[in-house]
């Protein structure tokens, strides 16, 4: 690439001028697609992020409900069990 300097004809500048737009634009092109490159993989990771949240939210929103119908469970159990103690009970006081 040459400089140009001072004063010159507008056909020397244009020349110039074209010479270097020509000589960036491998540059250009190759800079706009690793830049291309590098957003579309952050967006996969953003993707991929956001999948992975929703699904250890699913996980853990699967563990609450789960562990709610266990307790659910053995309240019953309990109240069941009380029930029949104090059926045992009453039936022992009416000997």
Excluded: K
């Amino acid at each position: 690439m040459s400089c140009v300097e001072g004063y010159c004809e507008p056909g020397v500048l244009l020349t110039a001028m074209s010479a270097a737009v020509e000589a960036s634009s491998a540059q250009l092109t190759q800079a706009r697609h690793v830049a291309s490159e590098r957003d579309f993989a952050r967006r996969i990771r953003e993707e991929q992020d956001a999948a992975l949240q929703a699904s250890m939210e699913a996980d853990r929103q699967r563990q609450e409900e789960q562990r709610a119908t266990e307790a659910h469970a053995e309240a019953a159990r309990a109240e069941a069990q009380r029930g029949e103690d104090a059926t045992r009970c009453a039936e022992g006081v009416g000997r």
